[in-house]
């Protein structure tokens, strides 16, 4: 079955503990892209990536990290989390570029700062 | 940089009437619209896109158009049922803003029975 996975699903942890949530698909998808969903704001593109070890910053970058060391695979990195990063995370593949092509979701991970 | 704004934040219609919801976007150069469904606790889904060479796309009881000289896209869903109840958003994106894409707040729509 054609998916995006991610884990963990939800994720509760400290200020400044460093933590990866991982993204794979099986789709063999080009376009990789991280997303944070918060109430009245929609969903924010954190990071994107275009293809293998070529990643760029969406809109709201600060405070995260992100590698693509293979096609399949985009985790992402907080490296010292902190409240405000609390959200509703998704990540996303596609086609191409992903500019022109429709985006395929994960399930999302919700993430809880204390 | 692009910007996309939607409206209205929350809509709440007859079951069996219609809903319009609106987008509006900033760049230009934008070229791709799609639309996304997201029921409550799940991912967002595809349901219907149009590319800025097209002005209306319709499939079964969901159409978008799109008018690039005011820069704004609506999707309009008819005979609206139950199942219809979901957040929606908007998107837009362009080769000169380098594969970003941009979302809309989104839209909350209620179907009355």
Known sequence: ?114 | GENVEQHPSTLSVQEGDSAVIKCTYSDSASNYFPWYKQELGKRPQLIIDIRSNVGEKKDQRIAVTLNKTAKHFSLHITETQPEDSAVYFCAASSRSSASKIIFGSGTRLSIRP
């Open chain 1, 1 to 114: 079955e054609a998916q995006v996975t991610q884990n963990p699903r939800y994720l509760i942890t400290v200020t400044g503990k460093k933590l990866t949530v991982t993204c794979s698909q099986n789709m063999n998808h080009e376009y990789m892209s991280w997303y944070r969903q918060d109430p009245g704001l929609g969903l924010r593109q954190i990071y994107y990536s275009m293809n293998v070890e070529v990643t760029d910053k969406g809109d709201v970058p600060e405070g995260y990290k992100v590698s693509r060391k293979e096609k399949r695979n985009f985790p992402l990195i907080l490296e010292s989390p902190s409240p405000n990063q609390t959200s509703l995370y998704f990540c996303a593949s596609s086609y191409g570029t992903g500019q022109d092509q429709p985006q395929h979701f994960g399930d999302g991970t919700r993430l809880s700062i204390l």
